[in-house]
């Protein structure tokens, strides 16, 4: 009778055997969960505060430092961690951020956290195909699923404006996206930011590494883009009409919007033949040394910051000319229309119950979607247009929050404000200061020409009672959230 | 002799008696619309069916949308099977009236003209007749009427008129017949909302009779406008700061749209009556016991006419007399129903901006329309009037040849300029390309498009053979 028991036991020991060795991922020990509390705000009631929870990944990079993606960090109210896929959270802190780069440095004070964890080590070369393998933590259990890389890509972050450099891989598996680590050998090669049906986009560890690396040196000084639009000159003929000379090669400059602080001297009909030394062929590709052929705009963020000056060689007016071109820095409030502002309030003024506001991305974001298309047009059109010196950003009057101080006015929304007493209004915190200037006891209230309205009359006097009656009509805890 | 005037008398009394349905005429229009993405081209014949009725001076009155873009119109009389040709005398498409004409002699023989009403008033009831869809007879529905306002004008767009709305059916074929009261024509049927049940909107007297008496001299001006933007003078603060005396209504004008409007009112001006109508605080008159915009007075007048109005300026009263004049600088924002202008060189079709190019994008068009071109359409005359162009072209397509077979830009986008000029109107990208001397055309568009350059000998050469291959007979439509 014994002997049979034995073998069962042996058996059974095989088994316990294998599930250690299968729970025993080296990956195991370097991805840890993220729960993030936030703010989110309704940009049509700037007000009200509700907060949203979310949970993605990290990944140890290096002695108590993880690296996640920076989106769902911006106007975190609490953060926490947790290693092992279940058990006790940690709570964390950001120690760096930067919103175009999409990427956040985390660490935990508690020493406890970071026992049993390991650095992973990001791959300094990502491959541009195959399978990789996408890790994560799952109802706590550490999960391995494979993933197809499909092709490396430059198109706009997550989070900005500026263009780089993205994996974009089929994915069968649902709910990717929460930077989730895509490893292959023994290398991370980088994190997930968005699944589109059976597609997701990462950003690759190649990218991860290099900015991480110059901020660590202290040499990080933000992402730079070029400051142009281009098209590509697969059409011979403007090539000639420019009068290009030898082989057909480059792409012209069509637009430079108006930016301060921009002294580069590229021109409308330039043509890029080279940058960085790269030459440009007629659709705007280089060729990467490390990944083929990939769009010119790889150029200013592929181991350049903002300020590095990059050589380029256009063709002008039938001539051959070198020059420098300075990256400029990417920054939100350099648009007149703002992609977005993190890690604020939304702003706004609540003035005898007007309710102003920044136009911004965020704002026209409110219309869902596809704002693009369901947001009012005259608000869609301020959006191609450049900043300039008197007007380099706008506001609106949101909505009017009813009140007898503001009778007739109650169906105004979304009209772009021009003057406020004469003054010209571009920035939300000129709101109050121009309020502080009536004219014989009237406050007058412009808008721009084409708006639905064009002017407003409120009573200088009875403002101040008036928005006291209406902050506790509306329950409005602030009259008005202005950043400095 | 006895027998024969009982006869007669019988016959007489028919006459007599006969109901409106006699009067009630069935339509069937043959009709072909220009495709305004092939402009010298038009899209396949299609039939369909309206009512129309016979009013004074052997004229059949209908709706301007049942014979839009007729090719043959075909009248039917009632319980008759013998279709007559009829044609189009005028139409109005701001007020979606026409009036047709029949020349077979005799077709209104025993065709009684139907009186005309007056606005009849609300939760009065209406029967309406006409041919609509689902049969051959003739058909009534009856309802009351429900409300009466301004309504927005389906067939030209961009037109607010009066209209009746009554729980009556009105279905499609209905268009164009008349709602009658007391056997007097209080409307004509004209348009439903899709997905309101028991709504149906019929034109009013004050229209159908304005358009009469507008067509009186040969010619079909339209509806006048104000040419201005009222705005609601409620506010305590903006009465006090315009020092309007408390016991006056009126309201602020707000914007001038109009050369009349600048040159006879001012920004600030108090419309406190128009014509015999005061003006309240909201901006509404009380017209035939309904409260309803004030525009509505300026458009009882005839285009040209003056319309008195009484204003509160810079603390008096001021009396004066504002011409007005039927806006048409509009026309391409709404439907404006004249043949596509363009132009064709070198394969790149040209055709102006307009709603109707626009809705050759799909049904969907407000949507797949880039907002730039949305904007320039509808905004860019109000907000930006002095970079507004008289009319924005657009490259439509461009039919393939190898002279253009390069260019990546191939349709759907505005030209902004030709070989260095702006481009204001068809003519002008006419002149640009057919005198250019440079030996390149090189076209600029808006927005992110950049630009696209031909050779301007080779697209000279090709141009013939290029209309001969696509069948473009003539290479222009001015």
Same mark, same amino acid.
């Given at each position: 009778?014994?002997?049979?028991?034995?073998?069962?036991?042996?058996?059974?020991?095989?088994?316990?055997?294998?599930?250690?060795?299968?729970?025993?991922?080296?990956?195991?020990?370097?991805?840890?969960?993220?729960?993030?509390?936030?703010?989110?705000?309704?940009?049509?009631?700037?007000?009200?505060?509700?907060?949203?929870?979310?949970?993605?990944?990290?990944?140890?990079?290096?002695?108590?430092?993880?690296?996640?993606?920076?989106?769902?960090?911006?106007?975190?109210?609490?953060?926490?961690?947790?290693?092992?896929?279940?058990?006790?959270?940690?709570?964390?802190?950001?120690?760096?951020?930067?919103?175009?780069?999409?990427?956040?440095?985390?660490?935990?004070?508690?020493?406890?956290?970071?026992?049993?964890?390991?650095?992973?080590?990001?791959?300094?070369?990502?491959?541009?195909?195959?399978?990789?393998?996408?890790?994560?933590?799952?109802?706590?259990?550490?999960?391995?699923?494979?993933?197809?890389?499909?092709?490396?890509?430059?198109?706009?972050?997550?989070?900005?404006?500026?263009?780089?450099?993205?994996?974009?891989?089929?994915?069968?598996?649902?709910?990717?996206?929460?930077?989730?680590?895509?490893?292959?050998?023994?290398?991370?090669?980088?994190?997930?930011?968005?699944?589109?049906?059976?597609?997701?986009?990462?950003?690759?560890?190649?990218?991860?590494?290099?900015?991480?690396?110059?901020?660590?040196?202290?040499?990080?000084?933000?992402?730079?883009?070029?400051?142009?639009?281009?098209?590509?000159?697969?059409?011979?003929?403007?090539?000639?009409?420019?009068?290009?000379?030898?082989?057909?090669?480059?792409?012209?400059?069509?637009?430079?919007?108006?930016?301060?602080?921009?002294?580069?001297?590229?021109?409308?009909?330039?043509?890029?033949?080279?940058?960085?030394?790269?030459?440009?062929?007629?659709?705007?590709?280089?060729?990467?040394?490390?990944?083929?052929?990939?769009?010119?705009?790889?150029?200013?963020?592929?181991?350049?910051?903002?300020?590095?000056?990059?050589?380029?060689?256009?063709?002008?007016?039938?001539?051959?000319?070198?020059?420098?071109?300075?990256?400029?820095?990417?920054?939100?409030?350099?648009?007149?229309?703002?992609?977005?502002?993190?890690?604020?309030?939304?702003?706004?003024?609540?003035?005898?119950?007007?309710?102003?506001?920044?136009?911004?991305?965020?704002?026209?974001?409110?219309?869902?979607?596809?704002?693009?298309?369901?947001?009012?047009?005259?608000?869609?059109?301020?959006?191609?247009?450049?900043?300039?010196?008197?007007?380099?950003?706008?506001?609106?009057?949101?909505?009017?929050?009813?009140?007898?101080?503001?009778?007739?006015?109650?169906?105004?929304?979304?009209?772009?404000?021009?003057?406020?007493?004469?003054?010209?209004?571009?920035?939300?915190?000129?709101?109050?200061?121009?309020?502080?200037?009536?004219?014989?006891?009237?406050?007058?209230?412009?808008?721009?020409?084409?708006?639905?309205?064009?002017?407003?009359?409120?009573?200088?006097?009875?403002?101040?009672?008036?928005?006291?009656?209406?902050?506790?009509?509306?329950?409005?805890?602030?009259?008005?959230?202005?950043?400095? | 002799?006895?027998?024969?005037?009982?006869?007669?008398?019988?016959?007489?009394?028919?006459?007599?008696?006969?109901?409106?349905?006699?009067?009630?005429?069935?339509?069937?229009?043959?009709?072909?619309?220009?495709?305004?993405?092939?402009?010298?081209?038009?899209?396949?014949?299609?039939?369909?069916?309206?009512?129309?009725?016979?009013?004074?001076?052997?004229?059949?009155?209908?709706?301007?949308?049942?014979?839009?873009?007729?090719?043959?119109?075909?009248?039917?009389?009632?319980?008759?099977?013998?279709?007559?040709?009829?044609?189009?005398?005028?139409?109005?498409?701001?007020?979606?009236?026409?009036?047709?004409?029949?020349?077979?002699?005799?077709?209104?023989?025993?065709?009684?003209?139907?009186?005309?009403?007056?606005?009849?008033s609300v939760r009065s009831t209406v029967v309406t007749y006409g041919y609509p869809a689902g049969g051959e007879q003739i058909s009534y529905t009856s309802g009351v009427v429900s409300r009466i306002e301004l309504q927005s004008y389906t067939h030209p767009g961009n037109r607010r008129l009066l209209a009746v709305q009554t729980d009556a059916a009105i279905n499609p074929g209905n268009s164009g017949g008349p709602v009658i009261q007391d056997g007097k024509v209080v409307g004509v049927s004209f348009q439903g909302i899709p997905g309101l049940e028991n709504t149906g909107f019929f034109i009013p007297p004050p229209v159908f009779d304005h358009f009469l008496k507008d067509v009186e001299d040969g010619d079909y001006d339209g509806f006048p406008q104000a040419g201005v933007r009222m705005a609601p003078l409620q506010n305590p603060a903006e009465r006090a700061y315009l020092k309007v005396p408390s016991q006056f209504e009126g309201a602020r004008i707000d914007t001038l749209f109009s050369d009349s409007a600048k040159e006879h009112l001012k920004k600030d001006d108090v419309l406190l009556k128009v014509g015999p109508f005061p003006v309240a605080r909201d901006g509404t008159i009380l017209y035939e016991k309904n409260q309803l915009h004030a525009g509505l007075a300026f458009t009882l007048a005839q285009n040209g006419e003056t319309v008195p109005v009484l204003l509160w300026r810079d603390g008096e009263e001021v009396m004066l007399n504002?011409?007005?004049?039927?806006?048409?600088?509009?026309?391409?924002?709404?439907?404006?129903?004249?043949?596509?202008?363009?132009?064709?060189?070198?394969?790149?079709?040209?055709?102006?901006?307009?709603?109707?190019?626009?809705?050759?994008?799909?049904?969907?068009?407000?949507?797949?329309?880039?907002?730039?071109?949305?904007?320039?359409?509808?905004?860019?005359?109000?907000?930006?009037?002095?970079?507004? /162009?008289? *009319?924005?072209?657009?490259? !439509?397509?461009?039919? &393939?040849?190898?002279?253009?077979? #390069?260019? %990546?830009?191939? +349709?759907?986008?505005?030209?902004?300029?030709?070989?260095?000029?702006?481009?204001? /109107?068809? *003519?002008?990208?006419?002149? !640009?390309?057919?005198? &250019?001397?440079?030996?390149?055309? #090189?076209? %600029?568009?808006? +927005?992110?498009?950049?630009?696209?350059?031909?050779?301007?000998?080779?697209?000279?050469?090709?141009?013939?053979?290029?209309?001969?291959?696509?069948?473009?007979?003539?290479?222009?439509?001015?």
């Amino acid at each position: 009778m014994k002997y049979p028991l034995a073998i069962a036991l042996v058996f059974l020991g095989i088994v316990s055997s294998s599930l250690a060795q299968r729970a025993r991922s080296p990956w195991a020990d370097s991805v840890v969960r993220l729960d993030i509390n936030r703010h989110q705000y309704n940009f049509f009631q700037p007000w009200a505060r509700r907060v949203s929870a979310s949970q993605k990944f990290g990944v140890v990079v290096g002695k108590r430092e993880i690296v996640t993606t920076a989106n769902l960090l911006f106007n975190h109210t609490l953060l926490r961690l947790q290693k092992g896929g279940r058990g006790q959270w940690y709570t964390g802190r950001i120690t760096w951020i930067d919103y175009h780069a999409n990427l956040a440095l985390l660490t935990v004070d508690d020493a406890e956290f970071w026992e049993g964890l390991k650095p992973a080590k990001l791959a300094s070369q990502v491959p541009d195909s195959g399978t990789v393998e996408l890790v994560r933590w799952s109802s706590g259990r550490f999960e391995v699923r494979n993933l197809n890389l499909n092709r490396l890509q430059v198109r706009k972050g997550q989070l900005t404006f500026v263009d780089m450099l993205h994996l974009q891989l089929d994915s069968e598996i649902n709910g990717v996206g929460w930077s989730e680590a895509l490893t292959k050998g023994d290398e991370v090669i980088g994190l997930t930011i968005s699944q589109s049906r059976n597609k997701c986009l990462a950003i690759p560890s190649s990218f991860i590494r290099s900015v991480l690396q110059a901020q660590s040196e202290g040499t990080y000084r933000g992402m730079g883009f070029f400051n142009f639009y281009w098209q590509q000159s697969e059409n011979p003929t403007t090539l000639d009409f420019l009068d290009l000379t030898g082989p057909r090669r480059g792409v012209i400059v069509t637009e430079i919007p108006a930016l301060p602080g921009d002294e580069n001297t590229l021109k409308r009909n330039d043509i890029l033949l080279s940058i960085d030394g790269f030459g440009i062929d007629t659709v705007g590709d280089y060729d990467d040394p490390q990944y083929g052929a990939m769009m010119l705009e790889n150029l200013a963020t592929r181991n350049h910051w903002a300020g590095d000056k990059i050589p380029m060689t256009i063709w002008r007016e039938g001539a051959e000319l070198e020059l420098l071109y300075t990256l400029p820095k990417a920054d939100f409030d350099m648009e007149l229309i703002p992609t977005a502002r993190y890690d604020v309030p939304p702003e706004y003024v609540m003035a005898g119950g007007l309710i102003f506001q920044p136009l911004t991305v965020p704002y026209l974001k409110s219309w869902g979607s596809d704002w693009q298309r369901r947001a009012p047009v005259r608000l869609i059109h301020y959006k191609g247009q450049p900043p300039t010196e008197e007007r380099p950003r706008l506001v609106v009057l949101s909505t009017v929050l009813p009140d007898a101080y503001n009778i007739g006015y109650q169906s105004y929304r979304f009209v772009v404000v021009d003057k406020i007493n004469g003054q010209r209004i571009s920035e939300i915190n000129q709101i109050q200061a121009a309020l502080e200037q009536s004219s014989d006891g009237y406050h007058l209230i412009e808008f721009e020409q084409g708006e639905p309205v064009e002017r407003i009359v409120l009573d200088a006097k009875r403002l101040g009672a008036a928005t006291q009656r209406i902050m506790l009509r509306y329950g409005l805890a602030e009259a008005a959230v202005v950043n400095d | 002799m006895k027998k024969l005037c009982l006869c007669f008398l019988l016959l007489s009394n028919h006459i007599q008696a006969l109901p409106p349905e006699a009067s009630v005429i069935q339509i069937v229009v043959f009709t072909q619309e220009p495709d305004w993405d092939e402009p010298w081209n038009s899209r396949p014949v299609s039939r369909s069916t309206g009512t129309g009725f016979v009013i004074e001076g052997n004229r059949i009155m209908t709706n301007a949308h049942v014979v839009t873009w007729a090719k043959q119109i075909l009248v039917r009389r009632y319980q008759d099977s013998q279709p007559f040709q009829a044609r189009v005398s005028h139409i109005g498409h701001d007020c979606d009236l026409a009036i047709l004409e029949v020349d077979a002699p005799g077709f209104f023989d025993e065709l009684p003209p139907l009186p005309l009403g007056t606005l009849p008033s609300v939760r009065s009831t209406v029967v309406t007749y006409g041919y609509p869809a689902g049969g051959e007879q003739i058909s009534y529905t009856s309802g009351v009427v429900s409300r009466i306002e301004l309504q927005s004008y389906t067939h030209p767009g961009n037109r607010r008129l009066l209209a009746v709305q009554t729980d009556a059916a009105i279905n499609p074929g209905n268009s164009g017949g008349p709602v009658i009261q007391d056997g007097k024509v209080v409307g004509v049927s004209f348009q439903g909302i899709p997905g309101l049940e028991n709504t149906g909107f019929f034109i009013p007297p004050p229209v159908f009779d304005h358009f009469l008496k507008d067509v009186e001299d040969g010619d079909y001006d339209g509806f006048p406008q104000a040419g201005v933007r009222m705005a609601p003078l409620q506010n305590p603060a903006e009465r006090a700061y315009l020092k309007v005396p408390s016991q006056f209504e009126g309201a602020r004008i707000d914007t001038l749209f109009s050369d009349s409007a600048k040159e006879h009112l001012k920004k600030d001006d108090v419309l406190l009556k128009v014509g015999p109508f005061p003006v309240a605080r909201d901006g509404t008159i009380l017209y035939e016991k309904n409260q309803l915009h004030a525009g509505l007075a300026f458009t009882l007048a005839q285009n040209g006419e003056t319309v008195p109005v009484l204003l509160w300026r810079d603390g008096e009263e001021v009396m004066l007399n504002l011409p007005v004049w039927v806006n048409r600088e509009d026309a391409a924002a709404g439907n404006s129903y004249h043949l596509p202008r363009y132009y064709v060189y070198a394969g790149m079709v040209f055709t102006p901006l307009t709603k109707d190019y626009l809705t050759t994008f799909g049904q969907n068009w407000s949507s797949v329309a880039d907002t730039g071109i949305l904007y320039e359409l509808y905004y860019r005359k109000k907000s930006d009037p002095d970079n507004a /162009r008289p *009319e924005p072209i657009m490259l !439509a397509a461009t039919l &393939a040849h190898p002279v253009n077979a #390069n260019m %990546r830009v191939r +349709g759907r986008v505005m030209v902004d300029q030709i070989n260095g000029k702006k481009i204001d /109107r068809l *003519e002008d990208a006419i002149d !640009a390309l057919e005198n &250019a001397t440079t030996p390149f055309l #090189n076209l %600029r568009f808006i +927005g992110s498009y950049g630009f696209e350059t031909l050779h301007a000998e080779d697209a000279a050469t090709a141009n013939q053979s290029i209309l001969n291959t696509y069948g473009v007979v003539n290479d222009r439509r001015l």
